[in-house]
């Protein structure tokens, strides 16, 4: 079965349906959808389940996975209150902290939005997600980490003292999005970042990825339930004026929901590679966003990132990820091989993760935007 032309009025349409015109031209056959790219089929897919909604009037707007993102955020509501509590513990007490601490703060968010990216609905174990404690087990999480390049984002941020824009490109809605917002509250109350950019879904996409809808929703939950736990009402207050002032920005750019990978940005979204080079880090979340970068390719495993990105090197740029997929990059020689032999499955297990950094460094006859 071939992976036809899109019929729809959608700003999407014209760039999905040359992409797919392109793939006929290299190949000289139309995509099918047994034989294409993994990447290219999965997105087809969803993009398809969008147009059977987006041609009935009634159903618009529909969000086919919307219940079962809105049972997955009530469920871990226990452990959103538990981290709401942290953080403005922490938060509370910051500008007292010397830098030290703030390093171990900055590095104990990160790993909290890292492990945050587990909750992911596209690989439920049983119909729901495997529950892992996340800020009472952070420390042995720790030895699960394959990669962390924590300390080079620490410095980045700090060379560039308080004047950093920092774009998260988000993954999945609920318990991942309420980390990646306790870690941008860090960043903005410790004036690592001016400005923080999130970068949502266009559409439903991978079943529990974050869209607009999704973003207002969890503030939503969060102030409906400020009456009972007082750390949601403080942190639903300050996001909303992180959003009101600007200093928060949600954006949801057409690219994100297409198959393209990121070394191709430059050529088919000229305007968002732009922006992005604009900022001092870009935080990438998830597995997918990770395919997207290393082009779903299947590197070696010790091969450099800064050399799986191609061209892809806008600004300074950082991948938060659990390994839910057989690609990975940046590792020792034999570290895979020997994974592989104690655990077979680690690299679908979503049990391991990386946190992989790429300084941007202005090459001869670049263009910097
Ligand atoms: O991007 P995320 O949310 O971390 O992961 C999405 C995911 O579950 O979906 C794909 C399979 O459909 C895999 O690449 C990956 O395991």
Known sequence: MALVPFVSSAEDEPIWNKYLWQKYLESGEISKWLSSRWLLVECYFYRRIKQIFESSYAFKLYDPFRVQKEHLLESKLADLKILADYTVQILENLPKEKILRVWSHFSKFLKITLWGNHYDLSRPVQGTVEDVKILQNLDELD??????????????????????????????????????????????????????????????????????????????????????????????VRWKNYLDSGIWILKNEKFWTLPIAY??????????????????????????????????????????????????????????????????????????????????????????????FDRHEIVKNETKF
Not at 177 to 196: E, G, P, Y
Not at 223 to 230: E, F, I, L, R
Not at 312 to 340: D, Q, W, Y
Request: proline fraction near 3%.
């Open 263 to 356: 070394n191709e940005m430059k050529s088919w979204d000229t305007k968002l590679y732009e922006d992005l080079s604009n900022s001092t880090l870009i935080l990438f979340k998830g597995d997918v966003n990770y395919r997207k970068l290393l082009a779903d390719k299947n590197w070696p495993t010790t091969e450099y990132f800064k050399s799986v990105l191609q061209s892809f090197h806008p600004t300074n740029l950082a991948v938060l990820r659990t390994v839910k997929c057989e690609i990975i990059c940046g590792m020792k020689s034999e570290e895979a091989e020997n994974l592989s032999a104690r655990e077979p499955d680690w690299m679908l297990s979503g049990n391991y993760a990386v946190i992989q």
């Open 143 to 236: 030895s699960h980490i394959l990669i962390d390049d924590s300390e080079e984002i620490w410095k980045t941020l700090h060379a560039n003292e308080s004047n950093n824009t920092i774009d998260f490109v988000n993954d999945n809605a609920g318990y991942e999005l309420f980390c990646d917002l306790c870690l941008a509250d860090f960043l903005c109350t410790s004036l690592l970042a001016k400005k923080i950019q999130f970068h949502v879904k266009l559409m439903p996409w991978f079943i529990s990825d974050a869209t607009v809808d999704d973003f207002n929703w969890l503030l939503h939950v969060i102030a409906q339930n400020s009456q009972v736990v007082p750390s949601f009402s403080v942190l639903s």
